[in-house]
């Protein structure tokens, strides 16, 4: 079975995002980006499933500027993935046209299997997956901690709201990743050495046929009203005061 | 605008989050409600009363007792021939059906909306709330995921809605209930409480999290939350976190106990109205966004604050 994993490059997660004085967007430039740390789990994920002998052949997609094809694209090669694919655009895509382009891979690639992350941490849509699914036509298993494969179905435990849900999907199906689902390992120096053999196909938008127009427009992007520090107290009984009298106690 | 607000249910009630989607599904138009699922008559009597709406569409099937995307994503799809938007409470069950929907109408999504600023326009957070934007869509049908800490609750009762029964659109034969484990728990909910205590990695373990957690919640009669290093070092479940990829809250009180104060652990708890935060390092950063912190050995002051209170 062949597995594809759409990952992203983001805004990397140490680093405090900040916005631009315009109000255009949040200031992307010089700045270090990374995986998607949901994505880093899907290859983990990915790689676990081939070592244990459940997949055949990984394959990345990205689709985003020619720098994800360094920032990404060889991570996840040196995680363990077999091939890139890269589609390169310098516009920002939306979830909607993302699915529809890996619509596109998926039929050309024919995976039993393909796994994104729950949410791209800069944007926080949470949609991708789910989107894909229903272009497919094929089940989704959101939000996953657990991962079978079991003859031609995968049994997924999801992490819902008062707790855990597994659910019985038939293949080929979408799963998308939560934290619990595993630790994924480092891309070792000597791996990432390797990984600049295995291939890397580029292709544009255009090559797929999607039409990519953004529904959204962002008409600005503005910082949250901040909190001010408050006070510090010196006891536990002063805290017990402050506590009563906001009638919590 | 007709309006079609996803009712967030388990079978035998209304859960709050269906609440705040009502307040701001009525901002753009009429307010119809959709429950589906098994069993549901005494559901679908209760949302008849949320003030406010008119039409309560009832699809009462097997198929929809999970609430399986697959299944439940084509039955709102049918429904949007006459309504011009769906919004869905950003539960899981929201955020799970809810983009399978916009895919298939072909409409992108707005996720987690904060603000209604007019019929095509709207602001959410992005990059863990560290950012807001507004965004204006140009699709025709609106797929909108609510934010329930962001919109007051529409009173649960005295409204008049009409119940109407809908065709099942049946079993889609893609997926499968297998079995969940959902703690049974005494305390309110995390996302409705009006008191949440959230310990960090600071506890240790997982009895010491219980053992110094759990009394303190039940003496301010509070939901128990966690950090993401807390509930992965197993201290804690997994539906104890808090953050930006945890559970969004806003109670009256966040008590934040042994947490360093991550943006991605504020991104879920920075709205609430007091943070108390007690933590052994004076520069930790959830003290610059603490109303009240307190500075020293959680081991100790912990029990102390239990005992008097
Ligand atoms: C401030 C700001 C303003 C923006 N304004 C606009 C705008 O005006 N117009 C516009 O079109 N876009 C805009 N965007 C960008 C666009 O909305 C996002 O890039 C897009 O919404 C992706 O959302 P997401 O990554 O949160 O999706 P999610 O659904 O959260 O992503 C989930 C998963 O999908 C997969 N995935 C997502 N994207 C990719 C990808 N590119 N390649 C491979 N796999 C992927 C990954 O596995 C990821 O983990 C803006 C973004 C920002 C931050
Ligand atoms: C993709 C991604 C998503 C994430 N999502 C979330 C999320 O949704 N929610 C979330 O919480 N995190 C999230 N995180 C993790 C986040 O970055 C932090 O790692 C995490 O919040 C830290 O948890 P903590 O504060 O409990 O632990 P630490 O940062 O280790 O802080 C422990 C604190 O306890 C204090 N302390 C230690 N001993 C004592 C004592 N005896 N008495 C008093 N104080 C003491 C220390 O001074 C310290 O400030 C995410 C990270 C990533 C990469």
């Known amino acids: ?249 | 605008m007709k309006t079609l607000v996803w009712v967030e249910h388990d079978n035998q009630s209304v859960k709050d989050a269906t609440l705040s989607t009502v307040t701001a599904a009525a901002k753009l138009g009429e307010v119809h409600l959709l429950v589906a699922g098994k069993g549901v008559s005494a559901v679908a009597e209760a949302a008849a009363q949320i003030a406010g709406v008119g039409k309560v569409h009832v699809a009462d099937d097997a198929a929809y007792e999970h609430f399986l995307a697959e299944n439940v994503a084509p039955l709102v799809v049918q429904l949007m021939d006459s309504h011009d938007a769906v919004l869905f409470p950003a539960t899981t069950t929201g955020k799970n059906v809810a983009p399978r929907v916009a895919a298939a109408l072909d409409v992108m999504q707005l996720s987690d909306i904060l603000s209604v600023e007019g019929p095509d326009t709207f602001t959410r957070p992005i990059y863990a709330g560290n950012a807001i934007a507004t965004v204006q869509t140009s699709d025709k049908k609106l797929v909108i995921t609510v934010r329930g800490t962001a919109f007051d609750k529409a009173a649960a009762t005295g409204g008049s809605g009409t119940v109407e029964a809908v065709a099942a659109a049946g079993d889609k034969g893609l997926s499968a209930f297998v079995g969940a484990e959902i703690a049974a728990s005494e305390r309110p909910e995390l996302t409705s409480a009006k008191v949440i205590v959230s310990g960090g990695r600071a506890l240790g373990s997982q009895e010491q999290f219980h053992a110094l957690i759990d009394p303190l919640a039940d003496k301010l009669g509070a939901a128990v939350g966690a950090s993401r290093a807390a509930v992965d070092a197993g201290y804690a479940p997994n539906d104890y976190q808090v953050g930006q990829t945890g559970k969004i809250v806003a109670p009256m009180v966040y008590v934040a106990v042994g947490i360093s104060g991550a943006i991605q652990h504020l991104a879920g708890m920075k709205d609430s109205k007091t943070i108390v935060a007690i933590n052994k390092d004076e520069d930790a950063p959830i003290f610059q966004v603490a109303d009240i912190g307190l500075v020293g050995d959680l081991f100790t002051l912990v029990p102390e604050l239990t005992e008097k209170l």
């Open chain 1, 1 to 249: 079975m062949k597995v594809l994993v759409p990952v992203k490059r983001v805004l990397d997660y140490n680093v405090k995002p900040r916005v631009k004085a315009d109000g255009t967007g949040v200031d992307l430039a010089n700045v270090k980006m990374s995986m998607n740390p949901f994505d880093e789990i899907a290859i983990e994920e990915a790689v676990r499933l081939k070592e244990k002998g459940a997949a055949t052949e990984i394959v990345v997609v990205t689709i985003g500027v020619a720098k994800a094809e360094t920032d990404v694209l060889l991570t996840a090669r040196a995680m363990g993935a077999d091939r890139g694919i890269l589609i390169q655009t310098d516009d920002e895509i939306e979830p909607l046209a993302v699915a529809k382009l890996l619509a596109k891979v998926a039929e050309e690639e024919q995976p039993g299997l393909i796994i994104l992350g729950k949410q791209a941490i800069d944007d926080d849509s949470n949609q991708t997956g789910q989107m894909l699914a229903a272009l497919l036509g094929w089940a989704q298993g959101t939000f996953a901690s657990k991962v079978e494969i079991a003859g031609d179905r995968v049994h997924v435990t999801r992490e819902i709201d008062g707790g855990l849900e597994t659910v019985d999907l038939k293949l080929p199906a979408i799963v998308t990743t939560d934290l619990r689902l595993n630790e994924p390992r480092y891309a070792t120096l000597p791996n990432i050495m390797k990984a600049k053999t295995k291939p890397v196909a580029k292709k544009t938008v255009a090559d797929y046929g999607v039409d990519v127009t953004p529904r959204l427009k962002t008409l600005k992007v503005v910082e949250p009203a901040k909190r001010q520090a408050g006070i510090k107290v010196g006891s536990v009984d002063e805290l017990v005061e402050k506590l009563k009298g906001m009638g919590v106690a």
